[in-house]
């Protein structure tokens, strides 16, 4: 179960790492219940990633990138969604 008190909010600037440049990105920052519940064999975050990758985004929200195919890229070429588990 995901806890979350806060919206998603839209930042302007530096892009998080590994990318380079200064663009407008989301972030949505959250908690889950219990520990290593996205775990997939060595990856902390793997299952999240399996299933977020493909979902269809809504494209155009004053966004200053255009998506090829308007869905979050979680895994091989072309990634445009970061997931990092934060400590």
């Keep these: 179960?995901?806890?979350?008190?806060k919206s998603p909010k839209i930042e302007e600037g530096r892009l998080p790492e590994p990318w380079t440049g200064k663009a407008r990105h989301w972030v949505y920052d959250f908690e889950v219940e219990r520990?290593?519940?996205?775990d997939k064999d060595d990856e902390p975050m793997g299952l999240l990633l399996d299933d977020l990758d493909g979902v269809p985004i809504i494209d155009g929200l004053n966004n200053s990138t255009d998506f090829d195919i308007p869905v979050f890229k979680t895994r091989g070429k072309k990634i445009n969604t970061l997931v990092q588990k934060l400590e």
């Design 1 to 5: 179960m995901v806890i979350s008190d």
């Design 35 to 38: 520990f290593n519940v996205f």
